[in-house]
């Protein structure tokens, strides 16, 4: 299992960009910083992939967690707790 960190400066337009760079490096959970999306909220980014966001201002800030379709499944909680800090815990077998 790949797990990684990147910094995108937004969201917007890059969805599909982040999924096609995740299939290409195997990455399985990627936690992405400065989203720059308002709302809590889960999304399908396509290619086997969803994002788990949170951010309080469109304008700055905001922090997601993108998984690999399988694992989505295997989450039994999310935690946001500001624009700058979220958990979620999976089960793994």
């Not at 396509?46 to 966001?53: D, M, P, R, S």
């Amino acid at each position: 299992m790949r797990v990684g960190t990147l910094n995108v400066g937004t969201m917007t337009g890059k969805a599909r960009e982040l999924a096609d760079m995740m299939q290409r490096r195997k990455v399985d959970i990627l936690c992405v910083q400065e989203t720059r999306w308002k709302g809590s909220k889960a999304r399908s980014l396509g290619a086997g992939f969803k994002l788990f966001y949170h951010g309080v201002d469109g304008k700055r800030n905001g922090v997601g967690v993108i998984l690999k379709e399988e694992l989505v499944r295997n989450v039994l909680e999310v935690k946001r707790v500001s624009d700058r800090v979220m958990s979620l815990k999976l089960e793994i077998e």
